[in-house]
């Protein structure tokens, strides 16, 4: 039986990887310690999992005195690098939450790591196991639309759940890297799975014109707020008050933070263009503030198209012969991912099936999604173009 410790104890690492590697894959592995920099939520772990998990209060310590096989990473996105790298120079497997890390230089560290070491990381890229991803695929693996020429790419997220990563550290570049990579890397690495390409150039634009507007906070956080605007987060909720609210003693960390905030210092509305090494090109947009929730992508192929939506959980595939096909899919993108998740737990503790095998995010995936945020980045910053070459050119990735 596999022995993991797990490094970041939110509502990710707990909900998503401690509650359920303890009661539903505990005849394949065995949680034998967390880590987290604010002990009271690492020490929640154990409530919720119902059994007594070791707490503790260094990552170095946990890994000499358990030696474990893998090590899970759940912390803030800007702190993975440190945790694989020590894990891997450990002699241990990694499993890291998305993204795999926030910049450049961080992410030719972790392959340095992880050559030198011979283990391996793996990045949960939960959105491969979603059943409209992996029907779009299988789709495009067939060749059905023949070799794809475009992506015309739409994220959509409504304002409660776009308005709360202005609540959190994610909106803190030197955090989360931005939308760009915390959230986009979700789905460029879809873009870059289907297309089974590397991506080359980026060009970006972005603004902010709905969040982080300091004249409009009339208080520091939701909980202090009178007004209890349509972005209000109520941090006295339930888990929000166990996980946060009761542990804000520790590291002052404040899960409802006012979106207008001055804190706050990423983009909320974004534009990339992505040049592939297979010459197909991309238009992607993230918009954090609509109506409606929901994804849009159109493949357009040198045989036909395909038009996939997360608005009616439909693909619809029109060839240039005049032939159509639609497929309804059941499972709902929202809710959590809750099945792509229950998914990807099933190959991450279980092993994996025939198929699972090809949705397996490994390291090289990681940096070529990060990658593309981060070139954004750039690109935003310097008003360019930018090429991957410049940043991996020492590197054979
Ligand atoms: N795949 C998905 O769908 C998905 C969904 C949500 C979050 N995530 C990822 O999961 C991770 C955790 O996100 P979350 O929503 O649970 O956030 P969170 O803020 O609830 O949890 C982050 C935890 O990291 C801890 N932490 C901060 N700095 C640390 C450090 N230096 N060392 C150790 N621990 C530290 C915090 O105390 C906190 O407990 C992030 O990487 C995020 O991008 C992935």
């Known amino acids: 039986m596999k022995r993991y410790v797990q490094v970041g104890c939110g509502f990710r690492g707990i909900f998503s990887f401690s509650v359920p590697l303890v009661k539903k894959y505990s005849d394949y592995g065995e949680l034998c310690g967390v880590y987290d920099i604010n002990t009271k939520r690492a020490e929640l772990v154990s409530k919720y999992a119902e059994k007594d998990i070791p707490v503790y209060h260094d990552f170095s310590t946990m890994l000499k005195e ?4 893998t090590v899970i990473v759940t912390s803030t996105d800007c702190t993975h690098d440190k945790y694989i790298i020590e894990a891997l120079n450990f002699g ?11 910049n450049f230089e961080k992410s030719i560290n972790i392959l340095d790591a992880e050559r030198k070491s011979g283990k391996t990381v793996t990045i949960t890229f939960n959105l491969r196991f979603h059943q409209l991803f992996m029907e779009l695929k299988r789709q495009i693996a067939s060749g059905v639309i023949g070799d794809v020429l475009s992506i015309h790419y739409n994220w959509m997220l409504d304002e409660a759940h776009g308005s709360d990563y202005f609540h959190r550290w994610h909106s803190q570049r030197e955090k989360s890297g931005s939308l760009l990579i915390h959230k986009s890397t979700h789905h460029f690495d879809i873009a870059n799975w289907l297309l089974d390409q590397d991506p080359v150039c980026v060009n970006a634009f972005g603004t902010r014109r709905v969040y982080g507007d300091v004249k409009k906070a009339p208080a520091k956080r939701c909980l202090e707020c009178k007004e209890k605007c349509k ?7 339930k888990t929000n008050k166990e996980l946060y609210y009761d542990c804000e003693s520790e590291d002052g960390y404040l899960r409802d933070r006012c979106v207008f905030s001055n804190e706050v210092d990423i983009e909320d509305t974004l534009s990339v263009n992505v040049l592939y090494s297979g010459g197909t090109v991309m238009s992607y947009t993230l918009n954090t503030s609509a ?6 992508i159109t493949l357009m192929g040198t045989k036909g198209r395909i038009d996939a939506t997360t608005e009616t959980n439909t693909i619809d595939i029109i060839l240039n012969s005049g032939e159509k096909k639609n497929f309804v899919i059941s499972q709902d993108l929202r809710g959590h991912h809750r099945n792509a998740d229950n998914n990807i737990r099933d190959y991450l503790f279980k092993g994996a099936t025939t198929e699972m095998l090809t949705q397996a995010a490994d390291l090289r995936a990681g940096i070529m999604s990060m990658s593309i ?11 360019r173009r930018v090429y991957l070459d410049e940043f991996y050119k020492d590197v054979k990735l």
Do not use: Q
């Open 66 to 69: 358990v030696k474990p096989d």
């Open 92 to 102: 241990c497997d990694v499993i890291c939450e998305k993204p795999l890390t926030t």
């Open 231 to 237: 972005f209000y987060f109520d941090v006295m909720y």
């Open 291 to 296: 109506p409606t929730e929901f994804m849009r």
């Open 373 to 383: 945020g981060a070139a954004a980045n750039v690109s935003m910053k310097e008003n």
